[in-house]
């Protein structure tokens, strides 16, 4: 694990705030904490939660990295079995992967992709989303851009939209999609917490 967080710390210092080794880390601590209410294989669900930004398509060559970090683990000693589910895990967990139908199931993948949509939501979740449109150059709201459903990875992943925006093509519809019990029940608080700031922004915008 030690060599793990290493070459975790390495990879992500890369990325953006909102994908860095914290994001790795919290992702990881949320995910021990649905393990300790769910179950599931420990060792599965800390390694998945903490390399599932290594493939990520928005800071790497996905299959190159997918062939890298399953060197890695194989070396590391984790059994054949395990290797593999981590790297399914990884590669269909995201929300623009869901978008499109793409699936794989355990209940290791529902724990680590409900911790990992649990840093998108609340004030951490906020924070990352104004970090991120900052890192794109995007504004962070336009009365005249308006709200719209994203149905598909292709037009998920072509949006250009303001950052308030996000929280309607996505964040607010994480908390419905969350796939344990106790992903749904930390949900909860975060998702509330959301719709006060959107309610506060607005307020302020409009000047009242």
């Known amino acids: 694990m030690e060599e793990l967080e ?6 992500l210092s890369v990325a953006d705030a909102g994908h860095d080794w914290w994001h790795a880390v919290r992702v990881r601590d949320n995910a021990l904490k649905i393990a300790g209410t769910e179950g599931g294989n420990l060792k599965v669900i800390e390694t998945a939660a903490l390399v599932h930004d290594l493939v990520d398509e928005k800071l790497f ?5 997918r062939k890298e970090l399953k060197a890695f683990l194989q070396e590391s000693g984790l059994s054949p079995e395990d290797v593999s589910h981590v790297i399914n895990i990884i590669s269909y967990m995201s929300f623009s ?3 499109d139908g793409a699936g794989f199931d355990s209940l290791e993948f529902r724990i680590v992709q409900d911790a990992d949509r649990l840093d998108a939501i609340g004030a951490i979740g906020i924070a990352r989303t104004f970090s ?3 890192h794109k150059g995007r504004p962070f709201y336009d009365p005249e851009i308006p709200f719209e459903e994203v149905t598909t990875k292709q037009d998920y992943r072509n949006r250009e939209t303001p950052t308030i925006n996000h929280f309607y093509e996505k964040l607010l519809l994480l ?10 029940k930390l949900a909860e608080e975060r ?7 959107l309610a506060q922004f607005f307020k302020e915008w409009n000047g009242e």
């Open 6 to 11: 290493k070459l975790v710390r390495e990879k």
């Open 61 to 65: 060559d996905t299959e190159k990295a």
């Open 97 to 99: 992967k869901e978008l």
């Open 132 to 134: 991120y449109g900052a």
């Open 175 to 184: 908390k419905d999609m969350m796939k344990t019990p106790t992903g749904r």
């Open 191 to 197: 998702h509330l917490f959301m719709e006060q700031f």
